[in-house]
C-alpha cells in the first residue's frame, strides 16, 4: 500500500510538470479555397520546452502537409522579440532562408518571421517533430511563442495543407482552450491528475498519522 502511494504521488507529480511544461494549438481558422474540407479540426501543435522548443505538428486523418505552396510556406511561426534561431529538421525538410527576423506572409494571416518546407514532394506526411534554439546572441535565452491577429483569433502558426478534400491552403492555428488533452501555459492539471494528486497526498497524510500512534504506542 506503501510503495503504491508514493508511485501515485509520483505519477502525479510527473503528470503535473509535463503537463505544465506543454501548450496545444489547434489547426481550425481555414484559409483554403473554398475551405479544406470543412473540418473543426485540421491537426494539432503541440509546443514544451524553454530555451528549446519542441515542436510537434500531427494532422488530421487524410490531412497532409503541401509540398507544391505556391509561394506559401508548409509551416510558419513567430517569436516574441524575434531572436535568431537555429531549426532542427528531419529528413525532408529544410528552412526557408536564414532563421532570423524577416517577413513573408501567409494568405491573410499576416507576415511570419520563421518559415519551413517540405523539401521531399511527399503528399502523404501528416506528421512532423522539430526543434528550435536561440542561436549567436539569442543562445540560450528562453523562446516564447509569438502571435498575429486574423479573423479576431490569435493565430499562433500557418501550416499549408492538402485537405481532406484534395484542395489546398493555409490553416492557422489558434490557442487551444479545452477538451484537448494537454494543458494550456496556465499549467493547470486535468481533473484526472488531481484526483491522483489527491490520493497520493491523503494516502500519505494516513501514512504519516499511523506512524504518530505507532510511535506515541512505543514510548507509552
Known sequence: MKK????????????????????????????????CGGLSNY????????????????????????PNGNGLDTVAWDLVNNPLISTSL??????????????????????FDYMINITN???STHHLEFFVTGSGVNAGNTLTLDHNV??????FFSVDVIGSNGKTGVIG???CT?????????????PATWAMMLVGFGGMGALLR??????AAATA
Not at 528531419?90 to 494571416?109: T, Y
Open 43 to 66: 491537426g494539432t501543435i503541440t509546443v514544451s520546452g524553454t530555451t528549446t522548443l519542441d515542436i510537434v505538428i500531427d494532422l488530421a486523418s487524410n490531412v497532409f502537409f503541401n
Open 90 to 111: 528531419p529528413s525532408g525538410w529544410a528552412v526557408n532562408g536564414v532563421q532570423s527576423p524577416g517577413s513573408n506572409h501567409e494568405d491573410g494571416f499576416g507576415d
Open 4 to 35: 503504491f502511494l508514493l508511485g501515485a504521488v509520483a505519477a502525479a507529480g510527473l503528470a503535473f510538470a509535463s503537463q505544465a511544461g506543454a501548450a496545444t494549438y489547434v489547426l481550425t481558422d481555414d484559409h483554403c479555397t473554398g475551405t
Open 173 to 175: 492555428a489558434t490557442a
Open 178 to 190: 479545452e477538451n484537448c488533452g494537454v494543458i494550456i501555459q496556465g499549467g493547470v492539471p486535468e
Open 121 to 123: 514532394g511527399s503528399t
Open 210 to 215: 499511523q506512524r504518530r500512534r505507532q510511535a
Open 150 to 155: 486574423a479573423d479576431n483569433q490569435n493565430i
